[in-house]
Antibody, heavy 120, light 111 residues
Framework: QVQLQESGPGLVTPSQTLSLTCTVS??????????WTWIRQHPGKGLEWIGY???????SYNPSLKSRVTISVDTSYNQFSLKLSSVTAADTAVYYCARLLRRRNWFDPWGQGTLVTVSS | QSVLTQPPSVSGAPGQRVTISCTGS?????????VHWYQQLPGSAPKLLIYGNNNRPSGVSDRFSGSKSATSASLAITGLQAEDEADYSCQSYDSSLSGVVFGGGTKLTVL
């Protein structure tokens, strides 16, 4: 079955760019029908959708984060990535990658999540 | 502040039935978009629990059920068990935001 795994630095300096990668295994990221998504969860808070990408490269972002977010896809490595610029302590969160079923809009499966702390 | 509104916490004794509400608006649940529910055990990633308002993925107990009406949805859990203690979140799509929206999550405590 499809599995997702996040990777990247656990500590980012304020004002720098947060970069994470999600590696997809057990299936091809190029199989149509899914959006590849980033979601975050601030400590003790609810889930927040960051954005998603289709294998062709088309994207959609949360309006509240759009000016700072870039999601890209590398089909040759079966990976997609998140870049969040100009981070502050408010960006400290657990970041999840997940697969979203197009037109039905539910997430399954999810990666295990990775905690990113923004601190100097 | 989440677009979908859930109670912060609910509780129930083993064997009892509890419900968790998820209230939206005319641009999400009320616009006809499906509601999905996730269970998040302590220290774990969310897991799909209910999809398309009232469907259970393979392997999910039939003690879990979902419903939707107008601008709200509910998750019901019957025969509460200690292992059900977790955070539960609802999710839908919002046409005004052109994106996915979540509830703030509800912590279920089994007394």
């Amino acid at each position: 079955q499809v599995q997702l795994q996040e990777s990247g630095p656990g500590l980012v300096t304020p004002s720098q760019t947060l970069s994470l990668t999600c590696t997809v295994s057990g299936g091809s990221i190029s199989s149509g029908g899914y959006y590849w998504t980033w979601i975050r969860q601030h400590p003790g808070k609810g889930l927040e959708w960051i954005g998603y990408i289709f294998y062709s490269g088309s994207t959609s972002y949360n309006p509240s984060l759009k000016s700072r977010v870039t999601i890209s896809v590398d089909t040759s490595y079966n990976q997609f990535s998140l870049k969040l610029s100009s981070v502050t302590a408010a960006d400290t969160a657990v970041y999840y990658c997940a697969r979203l079923l197009r037109r039905r809009n539910w997430f399954d499966p999810w990666g295990q999540g990775t905690l990113v702390t923004v601190s100097s | 502040q989440s677009v979908l509104t859930q109670p912060p916490s609910v509780s129930g004794a083993p064997g009892q039935r509890v419900t968790i509400s998820c209230t939206g608006s005319s641009s999400n649940i009320g616009a006809g978009y499906d509601v999905h529910w996730y269970q998040q055990l302590p220290g774990s990633a969310p897991k799909l629990l209910i999809y398309g308002n009232n469907n259970r993925p393979s392997g999910v107990s039939d003690r879990f059920s979902g419903s939707k009406s107008a601008t709200s949805a509910s998750l019901a859990i019957t025969g509460l068990q200690a292992e059900d203690e977790a955070d539960y979140s609802c999710q839908s799509y919002d046409s005004s935001l052109s994106g996915v929206v979540f509830g703030g999550g509800t912590k279920l405590t089994v007394l």
